[in-house]
């Protein structure tokens, strides 16, 4: 079974600071990853994706995500928030094997103090 | 590409109607899913389409819940005999090869 877990519920950062969401996922083949970002009221957003390849992947508004086998983690950074990163962020992990169907973490709202 | 568009956006319900949502996906996208989020929650998988073909359900998915895709375009996903229990934002994504983009949802509220 697939399952993803992110252990902070909520994370409160400055705006200008470094920020860092964690996800630790489980999935019994090749998985795919995804982060998806959630405003208040509003459908999901694609942040970024890794199907293979280089494991630090690039995504938009300028976060990024490193893919690690060996812990089974997909763990998201940005160097720097704004106030307009203040939201809900989902993980999440499917793949070929169970029809790209996404499990996704219980998410972690970002709250950003000016 | 005008994205994935859902209707309608808000729904009140009483306990006991039926209620139907519409999904259309961005075109050319042969898969369809449908997910539900329940406040404070990520969204649980219900079912998804590829092109008209019913390919998964979940057990979340009671008898009372049915999903169709005629023609392989549009869906819908049809609640029998609501139940407080159904309250949530229904999401509907699309994707035509890994990456599933989602609609804004709707939020069903059973009253």
């Known amino acids: 079974a697939q399952s993803v877990t992110q252990p902070d519920i909520h994370i409160t950062v400055s705006e200008g600071a470094s920020l860092e969401l964690r996800c630790n996922y489980s999935?019994?083949?090749?998985?795919?990853l995804f982060w998806y970002v959630q405003s208040p009221g509003q459908g999901l957003q694609l942040l970024l994706k890794y199907f293979s390849g280089d494991t630090l992947v690039q995504g938009i508004k300028g976060f990024e995500a490193e893919f690690k086998r060996s812990q089974s983690s997909f763990n998201l950074r940005k160097p720097s928030v704004h106030w307009s990163d203040a939201a809900e962020y989902f993980c999440?992990?499917?793949?070929?094997?169970?029809?790209?169907?996404?499990?996704f973490g219980g998410g972690t709202r970002v709250l950003v103090k000016p | 590409d005008t994205g994935v568009s859902q209707n309608p956006r808000h729904k009140i319900t009483k306990r006991g109607q039926n209620v139907t949502f519409r999904c259309d996906p961005i075109?050319?996208?042969?898969?369809l899913y449908w997910y539900r989020q329940t406040l404070g929650q990520g969204p649980e998988f219900l079912t998804y389409f590829q092109n008209e073909a019913q390919l998964e359900k979940s057990r979340l998915l009671s008898d009372r819940f049915s999903a169709e895709r005629p023609k392989g375009s549009f869906s819908t996903l049809e609640i029998q005999r609501t139940e407080q229990g159904d309250s949530a934002m229904y999401l509907c994504a699309s994707a035509h090869s890994g990456e599933q983009y989602f609609g804004p949802g709707t939020r069903l509220t059973v009253t």
């Open positions: 999440a992990v499917g793949g070929k094997a169970a029809g790209n169907k996404l499990t």
């Open positions: 075109s050319e996208h042969n898969r």
């Open positions: 999935y019994g083949a090749t998985p795919y």
